[in-house]
């Protein structure tokens, strides 16, 4: 079900509700005053997960369409480099045996963002590559 789907349903239910009950005896669907009874709370955020999911599958397949797995191994050696690169930094500073300057320290801070930043793209790619999400060249869907 798409979003405009669920929309018009539950529209139609809204409306439903105004009208006079006309349920009749014996009837399959469960009935609240006349209209079909509202969608319980894990309903609703599971139906919205799947629209989620699909817009997700959406968005991505005209972004990225298909991961080449150089890309993925070229993600993994920035973010290596620069945690080398961090570590590196923060042993030479430490060495110096002063108080760390103002310099220094926006430097540690500047690789540590683009660490963090980098990470979180990592694991975003790697999460929409276990979802499914996307294709990776060469890797089969299980």
């Known amino acids: 079900m798409s979003v405009i789907d669920f929309i018009a ?3 139609r239910s809204d409306e ?22 509202p969608l319980t709370a894990n309903q609703f955020t599971r139906h919205i997960g799947h629209i989620v999911e699909d817009e997700m599958r959406r968005a991505l397949k005209r972004h990225v369409d298909v991961i080449d797995p150089r890309e993925m191994i070229d993600l993994a050696k920035m973010l290596a480099e620069l945690k080398a690169k961090y570590i590196g930094t923060t042993l030479t500073i430490a060495s110096n045996k002063t108080p760390i300057n103002d310099a220094e320290l926006e430097q540690m801070r500047g690789l540590r963002l683009k660490i963090q930043e980098l990470e ?13 999400l996307v294709e990776v060249r060469g890797v089969v869907r299980e």
Do not use: D, F, H
């Open 120 to 132: 979180a793209a990592y694991n975003e790619v790697n999460e929409a590559i276990a979802s499914q």
């Open 16 to 37: 439903s509700l105004a009208e006079p009950a006309t349920a009749m005896a014996g009837s399959s669907k469960a009935r609240v005053g006349g209209a079909a009874a």
């Open 9 to 11: 349903a539950r529209r």
